[in-house]
T-cell receptor, first 115, second 116 residues
């Protein structure tokens, strides 16, 4: 099976712009979670989508949003970019059957740099 | 409040010796624990996991131990190899509600360096 893919791998934007990141989960996985990794804050949970619905959201401002399509692919959007949004954005997919033992598999990430 | 803690930011080990990475947690609702390995500018790679009903799980050179009473887990790598040099994250999972979403909470990571 192909792994989780994310596009683009690298992005450079300026403050005030918006950005859209894309994630394609492992075939058969219906859940997609997004994480932000920064040197100071580690891996922080952004939100999780399952069957096109956001089921869980982390502690991030409303500038961070996402959606999921019927084929389970997901996009994440950040509006009005700030310098502090520079980070590695990671997407993970899983079956999310709600049972212990459900493992999340990560994509390679999108490195966003805000100038 | 950090629910999952990795108190050692770095660890250096000689090639061929054992590497022991530690992780502590505070939330008793966590019922599934995972270790991920991460290289710079790449996504975390799943290594090994353990359910809260077990106290040990082995996969090749990797063994994870869980001590529920101490809320502590550890990852043992034997023998350590230079290619194991990476950041290791422990993560804990709990159900947010019955039959629904599960969320991963990560520790801050430990940089393992295996010296040749």
């Amino acid at each position: 099976k192909a792994g989780v893919t994310q596009t683009p791998r690298y992005l450079i934007k300026t403050r005030g712009q918006q950005v859209t990141l894309s994630c394609s989960p492992i075939s058969g996985h219906r859940s997609v979670s997004w994480y932000q990794q920064t040197p100071g804050q580690g891996l922080q949970f952004l939100f999780e989508y399952f069957s096109e619905t956001q089921r869980n959201k982390g502690n991030f401002p409303g500038r961070f949003s996402g959606r999921q399509f019927s084929n389970s692919r997901s996009e994440m959007n950040v509006s009005t970019l700030e310098l502090g949004d520079s980070a590695l954005y990671l997407c993970a997919s899983s079956t999310q059957n709600g049972l212990a033992g459900d493992t999340q598999y990560f994509g390679p990430g999108t490195r966003l740099t805000v100038l | 409040d950090q629910q999952v803690k990795q108190n050692s930011p770095s660890l250096s080990v000689q090639e061929g010796r054992i590497s022991i990475l530690n992780c502590d947690y505070t939330n008793s609702m966590f019922d599934y624990f995972l270790w991920y390995k991460k290289y710079p500018a790449e996504g975390p790679t799943f290594l090994i996991s353990i359910s809260s009903i077990k106290d040990k799980n082995e996969d090749g050179r990797f063994t994870v131990f869980l001590n529920k009473s101490a809320k502590h887990l550890s990852l043992h790598i034997v023998p350590s190899q230079p290619g194991d040099s990476a950041v290791y994250f422990c993560a804990a999972s709990s159900a947010l509600s019955s039959g629904s979403a599960r969320q991963l909470t990560f520790g801050s990571g430990t940089q393992l360096t295996v010296l040749p």
